[in-house]
């Protein structure tokens, strides 16, 4: 079995960097190509070009293995995602201005994944699951930003101190904040049809958030200030510190009946603010959850995927999801930016930048799949949708943008030109 995985990693990890780089050929981060990599192991592409090599190379007995190595990844990179976190900086119309695309871009798209759920309930839910679960996470599933891919696209194609780039970032990361929490609170309202009450969900999560801000936060500042200069790198006993409490923080997430990755991503927010210390932590993790072990997440999200989720009525749902997915990102944070001031490039920009899911929409649709709100049709419809959004992010801005002109004039020091 040894030999099986470490094959199986070699493979996952031989097409992750071959699409990967095709992708970047073609102007796209390298995320999407690792991302369409997981979507050709699959059954869909691989399985269906070889089923006898797609099913020894991975058998359904491995694929724990790969499992608890994808939940390591995950981990690794929500902790890393919630450190980097910062509230939102600027002027005050700067802020009103992020807020108000923020909200609209997640109105928008939750009010229209509610609209279309009664139509995709009867086709697509899991025997036996309750329809406003199934509509709530179909709601969240289409309002996800992509915080961490938007950034590099921002940062690629040098927008970062645009103002379109920057409201855009700003906007991403309410968008990240409150997704999150209202996935908690739709898995706590869903979890008392399991193994775990709502009670204890509940109850569990508002221990977790105390203890990482009341407790974990003081104590890691703490450490962080004994640490030795500023200039020094973390000593490994700090780091063998933060990594005790990742890993208690995920465990207690687990086992409350929440995902893993909320007590990381938790724990990260909770976190102090010292940027040597975050270089470091980004330093120190990012290679190995990048490109080792969320190759893993795209693997099995393409191992979960389906080629029946296209075949009639399913096409139809596509082309569906996708249309609300889209306009309610674009149109949403585009009126949200244009109520704030801003030109219709500019704010047009904005709509298709926080149409970007990636990476944050696919560990959402795992959570859902784990918790059985969506079934393997419906994840591989989403898990399409995920690509297409983000790959549309790079053509969209081109069409938006006007290159050398006011919509991509840096900020000044106000934010203001």
Known sequence: MTALLLLQLAVILLVARACGWVLRYFGQPPV???????????????????????????????LPSLSALATVGLVLFMFIVGAELRAIEGSRAQVKAASAVGILGITLPLLLGLAISPWLYPMFAPEGLGFWPFALFIAAALSVTAFPV??????DRDLTRTRAGN?????AVIDDGAIWIFLAVVLTLTGGTGEHGVALIATGAVALVAANFLLLKPLYAWLIRRDGAPENPPSPTLLVAILLG?????????????????????FGVAMPRDDRLLRHLAKAFEP??????????????????????????????????????????????????????????DSLSVGALINARGLMELIVLKIG?????????????????????????????????????????????NGVH
């Open 32 to 62: 999407i190509g690792e991302m369409t990599a997981g979507l050709l192991l699959g059954p869909i592409v691989f399985g269906a070009w070889a089923p006898d090599l797609h099913a020894s190379l991975f058998p359904a007995a491995s």
């Open 246 to 266: 990742l890993v208690g923080c995920a465990a207690f997430a687990e086992w409350i009946g929440l995902h893993a990755v909320f007590g990381a991503f938790l």
């Open 150 to 155: 938007l950034a590099r696209i921002l940062k």
């Open 167 to 171: 409201l855009a970032l700003s906007a």
């Open 288 to 345: 190995v959850s990048m490109l080792l072990l969320m190759p893993i997440v795209f693997a099995l999200a393409g191992l979960n995927t389906t080629p029946d989720a296209f075949v009639g009525a399913g096409l139809g749902a596509f082309a569906l999801i996708l249309l609300v997915a889209i306009a309610g990102k674009v149109v949403g944070g585009g009126i949200g930016a244009r109520l704030s001031g801003y030109s219709w490039r």
């Open 369 to 413: 799949l784990d918790a059985g709100l969506i079934g393997p049709e419906l994840f591989t419809m989403l898990f399409g949708m995920a690509i297409v959004t983000t790959l549309m992010t790079s053509p969209l801005l081109a069409l938006f943008s006007r290159r050398g002109q006011e919509a991509d004039a840096p900020l000044g020091k």
